[in-house]
Each structure stands twice: as structure tokens, then as C-alpha cells.
């Protein structure tokens, strides 16, 4: 589900966000809650990616059982980039269960590049 930022702006409440959760920058105040209360059923992921060419950053955290397991992790612009498989989305979907299985990363086994941007997951509305 993306996060758009209407989205965004319906969840914020005037809380602050909880400051391991600040490097993302569409993660509403008190959304690890309703993350914590979905992943009781099954894992969940936050996952986001800010890039402009090459340059960019990442952020992940994943619940389970109602409890963050993984994260938050943070990719930073000025960071380096690592091995195949070793950014956060790469990890967080990794622990969700997904492979490589023969591709570049997890990010590129299930397509996320399809998607890379948030108006891709959308459906188009009709012009009146």
C-alpha cells in the first residue's frame, strides 16, 4: 500500500513521530502502532526510497507478532552503497521471506522497480 502523502497528511494527529522512525519521511506519527496491530496476523514492512538519479536513500523496518523485529535501517545518501542484498528494503523483504532467487536483489526479484513511483501503485481516476 503506498504512502501517499494525502494519505500522510489524513494519519498525522499533531503527534511527533517517534524519533527512530524521523529519517523516513512519509511515516506518520504513532503508524508503528497500527504496523504493530496489522503484523499480529502477519509480518509487516514500511519500506520507503527517495532517489533522484543515482543519489538517494533508503528506510525499513519490519513488525511481527506485533513487535519490531527488524530496524529501523537507514541508508543515508552520503552512505555508500552496499552489497547486493544488504540495503534496507533489500533486508526487510528478505525477512519477510523473499529471494533473490537468481536476480539482483530482493527489490528486483518481486519488481518493485515497477513502482517507482508512488502515482505507479495508483489507479488512474477519470477525468470528469
Known amino acids: ?27 506518520p506519527p504513532r503508524f ?5 496491530a ?3 496476523v502477519d509480518p509487516v514492512a514500511y519500506v520507503e526510497a527517495e532517489y533522484f538519479g543515482v ?12 513487535t519490531l523485529v527488524l530496524g529501523p535501517l537507514v541508508l543515508t545518501e552520503d552512505e555508500p552503497w552496499p552489497a547486493p542484498g544488504w540495503s534496507p528494503i533489500s533486508q526487510s523483504l528478505r525477512h519477510l521471506g523473499v529471494s533473490a532467487d537468481g536476480h539482483y536483489d530482493e527489490f528486483d526479484a518481486i519488481g518493485l522497480g515497477r513502482h517507482r513511483h508512488v502515482e505507479d501503485w495508483l ?3 477519470p477525468q470528469p
Not at 503506498?2 to 523516513?24: C, I, K, N, S, W
Not at 543519489?55 to 506485533?66: C, E, K, N, P, T
Open 55 to 66: 543519489i538517494g536513500s533508503q528506510f525499513a523496518a519490519v513488525w511481527q507478532g506485533g
Open 32 to 36: 508503528e502502532v497500527m504496523l504493530a
Open 38 to 40: 496489522w503484523s499480529v
Open 1 to 27: 500500500m503506498p504512502m501517499t502523502p494525502a494519505l500522510f497528511d489524513e494519519l498525522r494527529r499533531g503527534d511527533e513521530v517517534d524519533p527512530q522512525f524521523t529519517p523516513a519521511r512519509l511515516f
Open 123 to 125: 489507479p488512474t481516476r
